[in-house]
């Protein structure tokens, strides 16, 4: 049994190449093993054109262990230190994994990236259009963190090679910082420490407050925002937010209408927002002016969101009693004496400031929070390189069929990436048409649609039929065979 998976760049020798899979050599297809540890997943009570009732018998069955290759060859890289979690889910399938404490500069993540089939991130390494182009094998990229602005999603997509994330499973660190930061401010605990540190004992109350009945505004209500609400009326706060549509508000919170109406009326204001091109400087000279005086800045988000020159600027007249600091424009590879001027040229005057925390983008640097981020993102790379499960993908359809049972010995699924173009669903029925299809699913998300089809009764001079057939259409972009 083999699985299919084409380089990214077109191979004319099909034939050959099926052939050679047979042996197990490892070119653009794999030799087919069943594993106890494979993954599958429960079967789906809504896709593929079944429901439970009209097909309990299939679903009570066991799942098939679907292996579609020789999976000691297949080349997984993580870089970055991802928790190990990660690792061992990914080292239990029996792939070839190699893992890495740091980043790579890009020349040597290209020499890196040429013969992988699966690369694992976290915020620190770029993926550019530049680097994918030289990923002759890659299939699908999981990043180990919850944005995905570091790779150059659209330019994936359209070459086949699926992304997944995590999106909740630090949104609790994040938040529980957040709360830990508006405290310290408030009593300017951060300066105390300091000094102390130094042998000052300077015992003050002025200008120290309780957070008790002040009002947090949290711009962005997501995942994070929301949690942080929660927390914060627990500490009784008086919440309100912002964001670009409504929201169901979580306890007593309020949704206010504008940015503006936020900035003048809350006491701490803090970003959980995505990077995007609206929320560049989204906090800046004339935002920090519009603040009450006194008032504390938090940001947590994306380092481009904050004008760092203009909030020192605010800091040093007053306008800003404190800020907490977790994201920078630019931010080092790795560990070590970087945050100063060659990096950012306002990190010493930034570092001057007084009442102010900076910590080195570790919102989401929990043993919890990475431990579930490693099991979570790598079960979701499991899945898509086993099943071709795009569940959780942020740049393909979410397209996935139930589970082939142990009942269903000879059957093979298609996968099928293609433009998303007239015609192309017609010309793939004639050639699935010829043979019975079990279950089909397609959708599409821009210029990108994925389609998925169970096909029962096949051999393997059907499947390289199929294979082939599909290849040439104009509309593919990558074919994978599973069975």
Not at 39 to 66: E, N
Not at 272 to 278: C, F, G, K, R, Y
Not at 385 to 406: C, D, F, K, Q, W
């Amino acid at each position: 049994m083999d699985i299919i998976v084409p380089q990214n760049g077109k191979d004319d020798s099909l034939s050959e190449r099926f052939a050679q899979s047979s042996l197990g050599r490892v070119t653009s297809s794999f030799n087919l093993s069943i594993s106890p540890n494979g993954f599958s997943h429960p079967p789906s009570l809504s896709k593929g054109g079944t429901s439970l009732a009209s097909d309990s018998t299939r679903i009570a069955a066991k799942a098939k262990q679907l292996k579609p290759f020789a999976t000691e060859d297949i080349k997984i890289l993580l870089l970055e230190n991802v928790n190990q979690t990660g690792c061992d889910v990914l080292a239990k399938q029996g792939y070839q994994v190699e893992f890495l404490k740091t980043s790579l500069p890009e020349d040597e993540l290209i020499r890196k990236i040429r013969d992988v089939h699966v690369i694992g991130i976290r915020s620190k390494t770029t993926l550019t259009a530049r680097v994918l182009r030289e990923a002759r094998n890659l299939i699908v990229i999981g990043c180990f963190c919850i944005g995905t602005n570091q790779v150059d999603t659209q330019y994936a997509a359209k070459h086949g090679i699926a992304v997944f994330n995590s999106p909740f499973s630090n949104s609790r660190s994040v938040a529980e910082m957040v709360i830990g930061e508006i405290i310290v401010l408030a009593r300017q605990l951060g300066d105390r420490s300091n000094e102390l540190h130094k042998g000052t004992w300077n015992k003050v109350s002025s200008g120290c407050w309780e957070i008790r009945g002040k009002t947090l505004g949290i711009i962005g209500y997501g995942h994070i925002g929301s949690q942080l609400s929660v927390l914060a009326e627990a500490m009784g706060m008086s919440v309100i937010f912002f964001d670009v549509v409504n929201l169901m508000a979580l306890g007593t919170a309020k949704q206010i209408p504008t940015l503006e109406a936020l900035l003048r009326s809350a006491d701490f204001v803090t970003c959980h927002v995505p990077e995007l091109p609206e929320t560049n400087s989204m906090i800046g000279e004339q935002e920090l002016e519009t603040m009450k005086v006194g008032s504390y800045l938090i940001n947590a988000s994306r380092g481009s969101v904050v004008n760092i020159p203009a909030l020192i600027e605010a800091m040093r007249s007053g306008k800003i009693a404190g800020a907490a600091l977790d994201v920078y424009p630019t931010e080092p590879g790795g560990n070590g004496d970087y945050f100063l001027n060659d990096l950012n040229p306002w990190a010493e005057d930034l570092r001057s400031l007084k009442n102010i925390i900076l910590t080195p983008h570790i919102g989401g640097s929990t043993e919890e929070a990475q431990s579930a981020i490693g099991v979570e993102v790598s079960e979701s790379l499991v899945r898509y390189v086993n099943e071709g499960t795009t569940i959780g993908a942020v740049n393909m359809p979410e397209v996935s069929l139930r589970s082939v049972t142990m009942d269903e010995p000879n059957h093979c699924r298609v996968v099928y990436i293609h433009h998303n173009v007239p015609g192309v669903l017609k010309e793939v029925n004639e050639i699935l048409g010829d043979h019975n299809v079990d279950k089909q699913m397609t959708d599409s998300r821009g210029d990108v649609a994925y389609l998925m089809a169970d096909i029962n009764n096949v051999n393997k001079p059907v499947i390289l039929d199929l294979y082939q057939r599909l290849e040439i259409l104009s509309s593919c972009i990558m074919t994978r065979v599973l069975y």
